[in-house]
């Protein structure tokens, strides 16, 4: 549609309606969150039927909203509007979504929402009772709805690139896929060297009881900052956060097998929190006032591994938690509990920072192939074994540990790379922030607050202001690399280990 001088001088009046369209929006769409959070956290079982049509009603709503002929009209009088650099980028990112969801039937966008919301039930009652033949027609039936939105988004690019395009705009495929390569190139040889040659380190073995494990999580969001007037801790079957700048929840579960999976896990949502709870208020509603997709991981990452794995953490933390059961170890054994190697290990959420990327290459794989067709549904289960034995040398013995244990493929595909670009961009994030701050010297003395306000200057407070690639060079100087990670990973295990990677 060309732009007229009409249009031009109606730019304004169209971006102000524009901006309270989508304004109504967003606040259905955090409903939906906050209604999904309920139904992972507090809902009863029986509840999930309605819940499914409620989160399908408001899908369809939000659908009708913003594909709505007046939204195109409003984009179309601000093709050549002279905008400020703010007001751009909201305009970008609406249109983004508006050419996405405009090319998708309503009813399609709203089967899709439905099918989610009943999945979650499916999948936990499948995980528990280890039955994934139970599952598997729902899995059959999510990759077909999504392979028919993708192919209505864009049927000139396979459905898979689609999908990934949703949660990483802007990051090209490629991209991702050269990180992997390196990953996949030289973890596998660090870990075998590591099995190989390296110490044995400690494990903590206490505390096992759930109540303690809570104690502990909760002390921890408190020593870290985490901000309760703001936020909640509960459990979930896997661990999640949601909300945005005004409530912020995080959710983890309990292990009685390893006291320290709990502990990791709060400190991995809250990573995610401290990023929606660092956007800019005043842009509540807008593009400018929501996280980037793509760096949302490299910010539980952080906390999780370059904060909460360190030995200063340790050094502050076991002050705060010595009148409880448990932990009855030095901060350098802590510390080495914390980042134990273990390959053994069949559980993405539970695994050690370096077979952890291994977890994610084999799902985005396999992921792929069953989107693609390569790889009929009722292969999943074996091709999964397959690769955790190529990629670690073990085998699960039930698909509760094997490809049911991530709720992830109940909605949708492509997005498993955020982990690792996540947790790659982690590490060059904190070689960043090492140049600005004396990170180990403020976390030995729990001093968390200029970490935070690092963060939200040079992260959190742009919202979508820019792309990804754009973002990341704002806040670290240069494009995404595996290098900083790679790096990282050899100083710290060959010290941890006394080998040499």
């Given at each position: 549609?060309a ?10 009046q ?19 969150m ?17 819940r ?7 899908s ?11 939204v195109?009209?409003?984009l179309a ?15 970008r ?6 050419e996405?969801r ?5 009813d ?15 999948w ?11 599952y598997?027609?729902?899995l ?6 999504q392979?028919?939105?993708a ?12 999908m990934y395009?949703?949660?990483?705009p802007?990051?090209?495929?490629e ?13 596998p ?6 099995r190989?040659?390296g110490?044995?380190?400690?494990r ?11 104690e502990?999580s ?6 870290l900052?985490y901000?309760?007037?703001?936020g ?14 005004f ?21 991995h ?7 929606q709870l ?8 807008t ?23 360190t ?11 010595d ?8 901060p ?34 396999i ?10 549904v ?12 190529e ?7 039930t ?9 992830h ?5 492509a ?6 670009v996540?947790?790659?961009l982690a590490?060059q ?5 090492r140049?600005?701050?004396?990170v180990d010297?403020?976390?030995?003395e729990?001093?968390?607050e ?6 939200v ?5 742009h919202g979508?202001r ?17 290098d ?5 990973a ?5 010290s ?6």
């Open positions: 549609m732009t007229t001088d009409s249009d031009v001088a109606n730019a304004p169209a971006y102000e309606k524009l901006i309270d369209r989508y304004e109504r929006v967003s606040n259905l769409n955090y409903a939906s906050y209604l999904n959070w309920d139904q992972q956290v507090t809902m009863p079982e029986a509840g999930a039927a309605g499914a049509r409620q989160l399908s009603a408001l369809e709503t939000t659908h009708e909203l913003l594909t709505d002929e007046a195109g009209d409003w009088a601000l093709e050549e509007a002279d905008l400020d650099p703010g007001e751009a980028a909201n305009v990112e609406i249109r983004r979504d508006y996405r405009e090319a998708v039937p309503a399609l966008a709203a089967e899709i929402t439905e099918t989610a919301s009943e999945n979650q039930q499916i936990q009652d499948a995980k528990a009772e280890d039955d994934f033949e139970a598997a027609p729902r059959e039936r999510t990759r077909d709805l392979v028919e939105r192919e209505h988004v864009d049927p000139e690019t396979s459905p898979y690139e689609v395009e949703d949660s990483h802007y990051l090209p495929i991209t991702i896929e050269r990180v992997f390569e390196r990953l996949a190139d030289e973890l040889a660090m870990v075998a060297t590591i190989a040659e110490d044995e380190l400690p903590v073995e206490e505390p096992t009881d759930e109540e303690t494990q809570r502990i909760e002390r921890a969001l408190d020593f900052g901000d309760r007037s703001r909640r801790l509960d459990t979930a079957p896997h661990p999640f956060m949601a909300g945005n700048q409530d912020a929840r995080v959710t983890t579960r309990f292990n009685p097998e390893d006291p320290m999976d709990p502990l990791t896990a709060t400190v949502e809250f990573g995610h929190a401290t990023y660092g956007l800019p208020t005043e842009h509540y509603g593009p400018l006032g929501e996280s980037v997709g793509s760096i949302h991981e490299s910010q539980s990452r952080f906390w999780e591994n370059h904060v909460g794995r030995k200063p953490f340790w050094e502050a933390f076991l002050p705060e938690i009148d409880l059961p448990g932990y009855d170890v030095t350098q054994e802590a510390y080495e509990a914390a980042n134990r190697i273990y390959p053994d290990n069949l559980i993405r959420v539970e695994a050690d920072e370096l077979t952890y990327h291994m977890h994610i290459i084999l799902r985005s794989e992921g792929r192939q069953f989107v693609e067709g390569d790889l009929a009722e292969d999943v289960p074996q091709a999964w074994n397959d690769g955790m034995d990629y670690l040398g073990v085998r699960p013995e698909d509760a540990e094997g490809c049911l244990q991530d709720i493929w109940t909605s949708r595909f997005a498993f790379q955020g982990y690792t996540g947790s790659v590490a994030i904190d070689a960043t922030v140049d600005d701050l004396d010297g403020l976390v030995r729990g001093e968390f200029p970490i935070h306000d690092w963060m200057e040079n992260v959190h407070s979508k820019y792309t990804t690639p754009e973002l990341i060079e704002e806040a670290t100087g240069e494009a995404l690399t595996a900083y990670f790679l790096e990282y050899r100083e710290k295990f060959s941890l280990y006394g080998v040499s990677l």
